[in-house]
């Protein structure tokens, strides 16, 4: 059984809509810099996890505040937490 905040419920415009950050970047991010991988459903819409909510504010604090360019987030990421970030490819399973 999934924990609470790994369960994917949210759709991308409520991520956007909670975040901040508009839909279309929040889409890049997966596509081109592969820093989320949301859940999906049969249908192919995005879910995300309160845990992937609060990556998505984690990626726009370190891009707004600290100017880390996307290029250089998933590196970030991974020191400050010592573990790797893996999102996976769209579409895989």
């Known amino acids: ?43 192919g819409h995005r879910l995300y996890s309160s845990r992937d909510i609060a990556l998505i504010r984690r990626i726009r604090h370190l891009m707004e505040t600290e100017s880390v360019p996307p290029r250089g987030i998933k590196a970030r990421l991974e020191s400050q937490s010592g573990a790797r970030v893996e999102a996976k490819a769209p579409g895989s399973v």
Do not use: N
């Open 1 to 43: 059984m999934k924990a609470p905040e790994d369960l994917p419920i949210y759709p991308i415009r409520t991520a956007a809509a909670l975040t901040g950050v508009p839909a279309r970047r929040i889409r890049s991010w997966e596509v081109e810099y592969r820093l989320l991988s949301p859940a999906r459903t049969r249908g």
